[in-house]
C-alpha cells in the first residue's frame, strides 16, 4: 500500500488501548513517542491525534495498567514518560489474545469463496 493514501480510519473501541499497552510494553515512551511508534510500525496507516491519544493514557493510568515518570525527552524538553504494570501485561496478554482470536474469525469470513 506504499504511496497509496487511505482514508481515515476508525478503531474499533478498546483497540487504541490495545496499542498504547504493546507500544510502552517495548519501552517506556512519552505520548508523542507512543502516536509516532504506531504511526511508523503502521506504516502510516495509523495516526493517533493527541485528543484521542491522552485520555487514553489517562483512563489506562486510572485502571492502574500504566504509570508515568516524569523524565527528560531527546530533545531535552520534561515529558511524562508511561510504563506497563504487572496488571497492564496481565490486560495486554488477555486483550492480544482476543483481538487475534476475533481477527482470525473475521478474515475466515472474508476469505470465503
Known amino acids: 500500500m506504499k504511496g497509496v493514501l487511505l482514508a481515515r480510519i476508525d478503531l474499533p473501541q478498546g483497540t487504541l488501548d490495545l496499542l498504547i499497552l504493546k507500544t ?12 509516532e511508534r504506531i504511526r511508523q510500525v503502521s506504516r502510516d496507516v495509523l495516526q493517533i491525534q493527541q485528543g484521542s491519544l491522552y485520555p487514553a493514557l489517562h483512563r489506562l493510568e486510572r485502571q492502574g495498567w500504566i504509570r508515568a515518570k516524569w523524565g527528560v525527552s531527546d ?27 476475533l481477527s482470525t474469525a473475521i478474515e475466515s469470513i472474508l476469505d470465503m469463496a
Not at 77 to 101: F, H, I, M, V
Open 75 to 101: 530533545n531535552n524538553r520534561r515529558a511524562k514518560y508511561y510504563e506497563l504494570t504487572p496488571a497492564g501485561q496481565r490486560q495486554l496478554e488477555d486483550e492480544s489474545t482476543s483481538w487475534r482470536a
Open 24 to 35: 510502552v510494553a517495548l519501552e517506556p515512551q512519552h505520548g508523542w513517542g507512543i502516536s
